[in-house]
């Protein structure tokens, strides 16, 4: 992990921090996911995990794949944290899914390719006839 090149208490540091909490504010406020099914707080505890997550361990590559990866581990973290509540049993995380996609945002860098393989394992058992 590399240290920051910038002071957290400079300007362009300042200016994002400020630029970024008024963007979730206005996702809060107008969020055309909230049709989809996926509510605004949900949505931004994925995004403030996802933050956090690759401040703790940032990865490799440029900027633009940095924000990639920012984006998609914030859609599938936000979607598994609606979907899961729908499982038989585990309804009770329903009151609970946007600390739910903050926990599985956090850990999305470790947590989602390991969910990707298990599930290709899977699919090759199942399609491809495999004994277990």
Known sequence: MTP???PLLSIPALTGT???SSSL???AWTSPLAHVGVPAAVLCMA???VACGLLASRPGGTRKRLYGLALAYAAVSACIAIVVPTFPGL???QS???ALALLIAFFSQSLIP???EALAERLKRVIGGKPE
Do not use: N, R, S
Request: cysteine-free; proline content about 10%; glycine content about 14%.
């Open 4 to 6: 920051p090149t910038e």
């Open 18 to 20: 400020a630029a970024a």
């Open 25 to 27: 504010g206005v996702i």
């Open 47 to 49: 995004f403030t995990g």
């Open 91 to 93: 309804d009770f995380l």
């Open 96 to 98: 609970v899914a946007p």
């Open 114 to 116: 390991v969910i990707g």
